[in-house]
């Protein structure tokens, strides 16, 4: 019984139409959901992933209207999204720089060519060269050419006060294996690899020593980590038994979940990679209409007029 990688990780925004402009028309991703937060309705809950909407494409944002983050400890500071190829590192960087997007030169990073950037909140991600390993589903409507498309969600990383704590729930508790370490601005970082491993399956661990951040817009808000459908419960006595304080089983209607906090405060969810987004919107319309489960469909009226509009996103 084995995580197999990269779920999703969800953010926080507040300002949910230019966040699907920068998604969408940017980054070239494809909103495959426009839901809600199910436990706050008058929240959009948004979900952006690759033409497939597979587990472990997908970015996903609650539209709260908060302050700006404010940065430090116990929180997740870099998402990475991957691209196949060095050349596509390098293309990525020429349309960011021409967007007047914040971003870094290239560099090489634990043995991958790396682009850092952030989004018009703050949000901090970084383009990773993963090889052109793995699937690959294009979004044929996406502004982005198939070659270049951002394929999936690569490596997450956590800054925290205390790593040795976190370390031990990456190991004794999620099953994560210790692989490497390597060196940056900030110190070393920490590499844990689950499943098969490769940057679709990694989390990297720095240590700091800074006040906790204040989760904010721009900030991550958990990151999920992917089950087959059959483990579900067998991850839920897992944590039981583990006596790790959890949520207990959570039915989110597009996957089934489990909710914890790791020792230095970081929210982690276990998650099912089904039933999927298809299961109440056909492939080919995913993200067009407010989809609600069917336990808030009585309240679509209420639920639509609490709601903002959100601008055309060019295709999503």
């Known amino acids: 019984m084995q995580l197999t990688g990269i779920h999703h990780l969800t ?8 966040n699907v402009a920068f998604y969408t ?18 929240a959009y809950h948004l979900f952006y992933a690759d033409g497939l909407a597979s587990p472990g494409s997908d970015i996903t944002f609650f539209d709260w ?17 991957r691209v196949p190829g060095e050349g596509a590192v390098a293309w990525w960087h020429a349309r960011l720089r021409e967007a007047g997007t914040v971003l870094a030169e290239p560099t090489l990073r634990d043995g991958r060519l790396t682009v850092d950037f ?41 800054s925290v006060p205390a790593p040795g704590r976190t370390a031990a729930v990456l190991t004794e508790v999620l099953g994560m294996r210790r692989a490497r370490t390597f060196e940056t601005g900030e110190g070393p970082v920490e590499v844990y690899e689950m499943g098969p ?33 059959a483990d579900y419960g067998a991850w839920a006595d897992r944590l039981r038994t583990a006596r790790v304080p959890a949520s207990g089983p959570v039915d989110r209607y597009y996957f089934r979940s489990l909710y914890f906090r790791e020792p230095n405060g970081i929210l982690f969810e276990i998650a099912t990679d089904g039933p999927g987004f298809t299961t109440d919107e056909p ?34």
Do not use: C, M
């Open 197 to 229: 491993g490769g940057p679709a399956a990694e989390v990297q661990l720095l240590a700091d020593a800074f006040a906790p951040a204040q989760q904010g817009a721009g900030a991550v808000h958990h990151v999920a980590f992917r089950i087959p459908d």
């Open 118 to 158: 952030e989004d018009p909140e703050g949000q901090r991600l970084a383009l990773v060269d993963d090889g052109g390993t793995g699937p690959e589903h294009p979004w044929d409507a996406s502004p982005v050419p198939a070659a270049y498309q951002i394929r999936g969600l690569g490596p997450i990383r956590l």
């Open 25 to 42: 028309r940017t980054l070239g991703l494809r909103l495959v959901k426009k839901t809600v937060n199910q436990d706050d309705v008058s």
């Open 283 to 316: 492939l080919e319309t995913l993200g067009e209409r407010l989809a609600l489960p069917p336990f808030l469909e009585p309240r679509r009226a209420e639920i639509e007029a609490g709601l903002k509009p959100l601008r055309p996103s060019g295709g999503g």
């Open 65 to 81: 209207p908060a302050p700006r983050e404010r940065r430090g400890s116990s929180s997740i500071t870099r998402t990475h999204l």
């Open 11 to 18: 953010a926080v925004t507040a300002r949910a139409a230019e």
